[in-house]
């Protein structure tokens, strides 16, 4: 569903990232997982199309990002790393744009997003500013997936919120898994990364490892355990 | 006294190494002092005439010393005392004088006519006073004296208003259309708003359209209430046609949106944005628009800076309009003026705004 | 005296909320607390009383004499425009501290956490995890005995956040009582105790070790079982 061949940045003289090349499978969820500044974010932009000045290829539901960027924009929602909603305006009123800017209804609430839909629907009226962190987290997850995308892109989305919605935003995920929905999230949390289909290491903006999580664990080490070790040793 | 000095020296850093402060603490001075010390002065610089003679060559000599007073400017000759008010809207003269044949009871052959445009309130003395010298040292002799009325035109009853109206429009529009719009751009930018924005099916000119809507009819309500408190309050009636006057003030506020767009779509910060509208936007327009002291009154290079900002043209515009009762081919500078720089600054805007809106 | 900080039925109430209700807890010499929950739980409330912020509404709270206090708070609290060094120095001065000791608390921290390379350099342009242990010196430049943390970890990765729990644990060492205010449950096993608080009261109290079996293995159930 997502393919990368050779992707490389540069910022100025600055390499973001180093000839990346990967595919993610139809219906699954990838973790990536890097130190901040390891290119996660460099990664989003330009899987999302906001950014196309790159090297190499990029092709997200078999359309290349250059130049079939609102084919991509329709089959893709994108969770961004802060938050990017309209403070000033209600719950409902922040979906409705987002509904309208999309051309479509509020159906994919109540399909794609039940649950989380559930608990945000007695908010209705509160502005988003009115809103707790794990709260605004789960309107801009609606807001990002009213538009029914197969594909679902996800910038941290549980840091700095609390465990109950981190844990609701979770179970959301792999409800979206079970209908066939692509997703890729970046965390900062391994217990998230080990239920993930596939786990990608990004290092100073170079690919490190990406396979499944039972595979990147041999013998009884966490994933906490590989990474770190991997991470203090390239850090020294 | 440590823990004092230990703040001060703190303070002393972030003024010096904040961009932000570093520009209000020394540069706004420096384009205060720049603006206001030349922009303000009530002397002018330039009286740009129009003469009508009608008393035959010997008037000659009065007519020379007219045209060769201090600080004279363009000279127009007229055929005709009737033509003195075409003038006015056409040439953009400050002053007419007509010199017909004298009456009985003077020792002088001829009468003069000073005809005054006095939309621009303050600008009378400063007319008047060179205009009766040059008369009066050509008329040599002990006791020679000739009849001389002023006509006071757009303005029989020396309203202050009038200088004043145009120049709260122009205020009022720079602030809601430059300055709030501008913070309204980039507000999504800082807040990453436009992030998702730019991933919907929306095109960058249709986000804008639909952002540019809601300014311009607050700007237009705003207009509204103020010909109406113009003309029930100050008693300021529009000669010309209403319709070009209200569609002139929108053309106004469209092009001050314009500025706002493309100041909001480069800049990183809303205080960037404030900065810059305040710096190179607001300051100089309400000083160098011709609002607080005629353009004509400053000196030759300023008054050329002048006519590069949209309130400059929009006061000439609107006094005109409103004042003067002119009409659509003589506003055409103003009204182009302020067409073309709103269009470019649209499209360099639009230009920048897919690449860096997405930016944030 | 072991005993550092003892809070005894504490309340706040803003108008009609209660913000914090009811809550006790002790803290000694060298132990770890973190107090977990949802935002809006009352953690920061709590912390701002306890650092003088603001005044309870109720209760009282009793800080062990000769205890010096030090407050890290989610936003950092370092000058942006000051360098590494200048934010030391900037500190040192607002705490009044001699400076012999100054020079060795600052030096100390720098060696400790390899400052050396970025004294000079804007706190402002200098990684996260980097702030975080610059702020988390200076929390410490005046050798407090109480320490107070709120949320240290947010927004870290997880090398950093690693980093910053053994420099939290390292100050326990050193016999300093902590308490970290957090929601991330990944930290609770840091901790000696953990409080886990919901609408200003305690849920919970306990070992992690303790409350992870009481919650059937994951202590996400804690927070679930208020749910159901």
Sequence with gaps: MIRAEGISKWYGRFQALYDLTFNVEEGSIVSMIGANGAGKSTLFDIITTLDSDFKGKMLVGGHDTRRHKSAIRKLTGYVPGTFSLYSDLTVMENVDFFANAYGCGREALYKMTPRIWSSLEQFAGYRASQLSGGMRQKLTLCCATVHSPSILLLDEPTTGIDPLSRWELWQELLALREQGITIVMSTH??????????????????????????NLTPGEKSLEDVFIKFLESTDE | MRGIWTVARKELSHILRDKV?????????????????????????????????????????????????????????????????????????????????????????????????????????????????????????????????????????????????????????????????????NKEKVHGTSRLLSLTPLEPIRIVIGKIIPYFLISLVHISYLIFLGQSVFGLGINGSFLLYFLFCALFSFNSMMLGLLVGSYCKTYEAALIICWFFIFTPNLFLSGFVMPVSSMPEMMQRVARLYNGYHFIEGYRGIAYKGTGFAENLPYILFLTIQGLVAFIIALLGFSRRYSKS | MNRILTISSLNKRFGSLMAVRDFSLTLEKGEVVGIFGANGAGKTTLIRMIIGLTRPTSGEFIIAPECRIGYMSQSFSLVGTLTVMENFEFYGALYNLPQQEFVHQRDRFIAHFNMEDYLNVRTDRLPAGRKQLLAFSISRLHSPTLLLLDEPTSGLDLLNRKRLWEAVRDAADEGIAILVSTHYLDDAFHCDNMVMMEHGTIKAYGTPVDLAAEAGGDLINLFLEEVR
């Design chain 1, 189 to 214: 949390y391994l217990d998230e990364a080990a239920r993930a289909d596939k786990v990608m290491l990004l290092d100073k903006g170079r690919l490190i490892s990406y396979d499944t999580p039972k």
């Design chain 2, 21 to 185: 402060s570093g520009l209000i603490l020394f540069a706004l001075p420096a384009l205060f002092f720049i603006t206001i010390g030349f922009a303000i002065s009530i002397d002018i610089q330039r009286i740009d005439l129009a003469i009508a003679n009608t008393a035959g060559p010997k008037a000659n000599e009065v007519v020379n010393h007219l045209c060769n007073m201090d600080k004279v400017g363009k000279v127009v000759m007229l055929d005709s005392p009737s033509q003195v008010e075409e003038s006015f809207a056409r040439d953009g003269i400050s002053a007419a004088i007509v010199i017909s044949e004298g009456e009985w009871g003077y020792n002088v052959p001829f009468k003069f006519d000073l005809f005054i445009d006095c939309s621009f309130a303050t600008n009378i003395l400063a007319i008047k006073n060179p205009i009766n010298s040059a008369i009066k040292s050509s008329l040599i002799g002990p006791g020679n004296d000739a009849p001389f009325t002023i006509r006071y035109l757009y303005n029989a009853d020396l309203n202050r208003r009038m200088a004043t109206i145009p120049g709260i429009i122009m205020i009022i529009l720079i602030v809601v259309s430059t300055m709030i719009f501008s913070i309204s751009i």
